[in-house]
Every structure is written in structure tokens, then in C-alpha cells.
């Protein structure tokens, strides 16, 4: 009798524990289109870019490129993709290099890098012209993208970018050792934590974002994932792109959810300070003032990512500015 309970416990504890592991590993996630690989050279280092090439079934003749961003990648992208193909446009949809499934190397990174990195990508598919929409830190590389080469850029969209503001000016300063210690201590849930801040509400269906982020800690690889994510939250950091608006030219579209607080190492400041700053109605309304030829979209009651919280008041406003002549 006593063996048997034995052997009931041990089979109970196993059962348990299987749960729980079950419980803390991300849904394996899809792509929603074959991912294709173009190779570049980084710092005399092999690197290959992930990409997905998406053809509508009744072509217009125009392109938009899809700039994701830092704590996402291509894959978040999946329901607007066919708003776009359905309208008649070729979508291409990159993972940056640090990012996804594309290559995760030790290099430098700037905007300027991840900008040339997509010209080039573009250049190989023959694609003269594009428009270009991002999304949170994909905002700030699309800026930067749309001044180095303001000849490929025929629109621009942003929804929500982050570095509307500089934050180096009131955040604290981290050092690349501290940013990694902090990166290597994620987990399922701090990433799920951190995501949740997104949304006025958190519904089931986000779940997939969080897993599509998290599928980095099950990598034999995660330390050097780490290790980058530090690099571009450093990036962001020292690299603002706020006070080059006023030179910006193509037409612009801000599309800005109002309920949007995301500011980056926010939780280095003070909690008295913490809602100071991050406040997207008035940065929307101050970015649309800079930006000369721009148009700006508020969304009540809309977070950090419109695209996927509110995805048919996003559609409208994003195909009715590419529409527009």
C-alpha cells in the first residue's frame, strides 16, 4: 500500500510539474507567409535578414515596407498585412537584424545601420519606391530611413512611435552590463507584464504577441539575445531622432492612440516623475506641428498598438492616406 502511494505521488508531482513547465513555454508561432533570407555583411560578419515578400492578388504598382518594433517582429504584422495586399499593394515585411529570425549579431547598432540594411534589401527586389509604415520604436528607424533616403520614401506612416520625446534628458543612464543583467532575468510573465501596459484592456488574443517575443528564451542562444537587446535599448537611448522632424518632407500620417503612456526605461525614474512624461496626446499634437506636411489621426481610448487593439479604425485611416492623391 505504501508503494502504491508512492508511486501515486511521484506520478502526481511529475503531472504537476509538467503543467507548470507546459505553462511557462510560448505557443510555438507561425509566420503568416514564408520567410525568405537576404545576407548582408555587418562589420565583416555574415548576416542573414529575415523577410517576408507578400504580392497582392491584383497588384496597384506600389510597395510598403513594414518597420516592427523592440519588442516585437514580423510576425505582429499579420492581420495588416492583407489590409494592405487586399488593397492592391506588395508588402515586404523585414525582421531587423537583432530582431526575430533574422541574425543576432555583436555589432554596433544605430539607426543609420538598420536604415542602409533595409535600402539594401529593398535594392535587391529592384523596389525603387516605398511607403513606409512603423510602429513604436520602427518610428524612430523610419525617420531615419525617410532622411537618408527621402528619393525611396513616398509616404510615411507612424503609429505610436516611440522618441517623441529624447529620453536620455530625463531618464537615468544604464550601462550595457546593467541593461543585459536586467534583459537575462525575463521571463514569459515580465514580458507578458510589460505587454499588458499596452492596452487599456488585456484580451486573450494578445497572448500571442507576448509568445511571439518569448520564443527568444527557449534558444540555447538567449544570452546573446539578451546581450542585443541591451545593444538597441541603447540605441534608443543615445540615438534620438525627435529633433530632425522639422526636416523631415514626405507626407506623413501620425495615427496615435490616446491612451498610449509608453515611455522607454520608464521604470528608472521616480514614481512621481513616471507621469510626466509619455503623454501621446500632446507629444501627437507637438510631432504633428513639426512635421511639415503631416496629418494626424487621434484614436480615444486606443493604446500602444493600434493595428492590433482597434485594427478597422487603423485600416481606414492608414488605406485612406495611401489612397489619397
Do not use: C
Amino acid at each position: 500500500m505504501q508503494m502504491m502511494r508512492n508511486v501515486l505521488f511521484v506520478f502526481l508531482v511529475n503531472v504537476v510539474f509538467a503543467a507548470f513547465v507546459s505553462a511557462q513555454t510560448p505557443q510555438k508561432i507561425q509566420y503568416p507567409n514564408p520567410v525568405k533570407f537576404f545576407e548582408l555583411t555587418i562589420e565583416n560578419q555574415k548576416a542573414q535578414m529575415a523577410f517576408m515578400d507578400v504580392s497582392p492578388t491584383k497588384p496597384n504598382g506600389e510597395t510598403v515596407i513594414l518597420f516592427h518594433g523592440k519588442n516585437f517582429n514580423g510576425y505582429y504584422w499579420k492581420d495588416v498585412i492583407p489590409m494592405l495586399t487586399d488593397a492592391g499593394f506588395r508588402v515586404i515585411v523585414p525582421d531587423q537584424i537583432g530582431w526575430g529570425k533574422s541574425a543576432k549579431p555583436n555589432i554596433h547598432y544605430s539607426f543609420h545601420l538598420l536604415a542602409a540594411n533595409n535600402k539594401k534589401l529593398l535594392d535587391s527586389l529592384n523596389i525603387k519606391k516605398v511607403h513606409v509604415l512603423a510602429h513604436s520604436m520602427g518610428g524612430m528607424l523610419a525617420v531615419r530611413f525617410a532622411l537618408m533616403f527621402p528619393e525611396t520614401v513616398t509616404k510615411l506612416i507612424l503609429e505610436n512611435p516611440i522618441g517623441l520625446e529624447d529620453y536620455k534628458t530625463f531618464v537615468p543612464y544604464q550601462s550595457i552590463e546593467d541593461l543585459t543583467k536586467q534583459e537575462l532575468t525575463a521571463t514569459y510573465e515580465s514580458y507578458k507584464t510589460y505587454q499588458k501596459t499596452y492596452y487599456p484592456i488585456w484580451k486573450p488574443e494578445y497572448e500571442q504577441y507576448v509568445a511571439a517575443q518569448a520564443e527568444a528564451l527557449s534558444q540555447p542562444d538567449f544570452p546573446n539575445t539578451a546581450f542585443v537587446n541591451a545593444l538597441t535599448s541603447q540605441m534608443i537611448y543615445e540615438q534620438p531622432v525627435v529633433y530632425e522632424f522639422k526636416d523631415l518632407k514626405v507626407p506623413t500620417l501620425l495615427i496615435i492612440g490616446q491612451e498610449d503612456r509608453t515611455v522607454v526605461g520608464k521604470n528608472r525614474l521616480p514614481k512621481n516623475e513616471q507621469n510626466k512624461y509619455g503623454n501621446y496626446p500632446e507629444l501627437g499634437k507637438k510631432t504633428n506641428r513639426e512635421i511639415k506636411n503631416s496629418r494626424l489621426v487621434e484614436l480615444a481610448g486606443v493604446g500602444h498598438i493600434p493595428h492590433i487593439q482597434e485594427p478597422e479604425k487603423f485600416k481606414s485611416a492608414l488605406l485612406d492616406f495611401l489612397k489619397a492623391k
